[in-house]
Each structure stands twice: as C-alpha cells, then as structure tokens.
C-alpha cells in the first residue's frame, strides 16, 4: 500500500459528519417574494435590472430594430444567436438588408453581440442563458456591448422559483445545455486596489429590449 492509499483509507474510515441533521422541510428564498401581478413583477425585473447597470427597454419589434441600430452604430457585423433561438422574426435578414453581417460566433473582432434569454429574474434583474445548438455562449460574453431579447412572459419571480422549474421538467439547463450563465448587469470587478473595472471579464454594457 502507497502513501496515497494510505490516506484516502484513513479518510474513508473517519466518522461522517453532521449524520443527523434532518431535511429542511420548507426551503426559504435568498430574497423574500410577494405575490406580485404580471405588471408589478415586470416592473420589479426592469428596476432590479437598471440598479445593477442594464439598459432596460420595453419596445415594439420595430422601435427594437432602430435601437439595435442605433447600438451597432458605424459596426459591420454583430455576433448572434440563430435567428429561431431569438424571440425577433426576420432580425438578420434585418440586419443584412442594411449591411449588416452575422459574424462567426467566436468572432473577437466584434464589438455587439446579440441574444435571447431562456429566462429573468425579477428579483435581482438577471437573465438566465443556455448554451447550446444556436444559443453560443461567447454572444454575451465576448464582445463591449449584449444585446438581449426576450419577452415579458419569460420572467420569473426570482433563482429559486427557477430552480424549481428546473426541477419539476428533469433539469434541461443541466442535461440539455452546454452550460447555464445567470448575467447580473454588466462585468465588474474591483479586485485591484478597489479601483471599479467595467467590462474585466465580459461586456462593458449590457442592453435588456422586452419586446411586446
């Protein structure tokens, strides 16, 4: 027997901790939740969103377009999620009409990514986003400025209340996705000299259109 056998034995035969701590009976949510209306929650997810620092927009399909116009500005091309992945017909044939390409999606040349979301968080403002066939996880996290699509109805009252859907469908965020990122406003960091560095480790903007 080698040393290392010789220790994870000694790790194997240590008494188990904590064997008679009982199951939780009711799990309690991070922040505390009220039955809000469709309205209250949707106003909730827009105002949580702009505390963290996302542009928050509720826009018909073609007041959408001009801003993602007026975003891209003088660019060529944009990184997208595939067209059936995002909850805006016809937006890249848009887009090439006016000269604008969809660039390869791990393009770092390009400075506006655009996607969709599978979900939001009313109460911390964030967007739940699978990777996967179509949904490229570098769109929101390579390029200065996200764009994010989605629609009212595909808000949720907070992590939990997703968490539990998850659940409940047999966790398709899990098996399903190439991986699962929660966005909380635009990347941040402070670790230097508590000097606050947008855009450190993702985009310097992050703009959030609920279409309707």
């Keep these: 027997m080698n040393a290392r056998d ?6 194997r ?3 188990r901790p904590f064997t008679e701590v009982q199951p939780i009976p ?3 949510h991070m922040i505390p939740t009220q039955d809000f209306s469709p309205r209250e929650q949707l106003q909730l997810f827009i105002d949580e969103a702009e505390a963290v620092g996302c542009f928050v927009y509720q826009l018909d399909q073609n007041a959408a377009f001009e801003q993602i116009m007026e975003l891209i500005g003088d660019d060529r091309s944009v990184m997208s999620w595939d067209e059936n992945q995002l909850p805006f017909e016809g937006l890249h044939g848009m887009l090439e009409s006016l000269g604008v390409t969809v660039a390869e999606h791990n393009d770092g040349d390009v400075q506006v990514g ?3 979301v599978n979900a939001a968080l009313a109460a911390t403002g964030s ?3 699978e990777s996967g066939a179509g949904r490229y996880r570098a769109t929101s996290l390579l390029p200065e400025v996200h764009i994010a699509l989605m629609r009212a109805e595909q808000i949720l009252p907070d992590l939990e209340t997703w968490q539990g859907a998850q659940k409940d469908a047999g966790y398709p965020a899990f098996t399903e996705s190439s991986s699962t990122t929660v966005i909380t406003g635009p990347s941040k960091t402070a670790d230097i000299a508590h000097q606050l560095v947008n855009g450190a480790h993702g ?3 992050v703009h959030v259109m609920i279409l309707g």
Excluded: D, Q
Aim: charged fraction near 40%; hydrophobic fraction near 40%.
């Design 6 to 11: 010789k220790i994870l034995g000694k790790l």
């Design 13 to 15: 035969e240590a008494r």
């Design 26 to 28: 009711e799990h309690r």
């Design 114 to 116: 655009i996607s969709g």
């Design 127 to 129: 967007l739940v986003l």
């Design 203 to 205: 985009p310097r903007e």
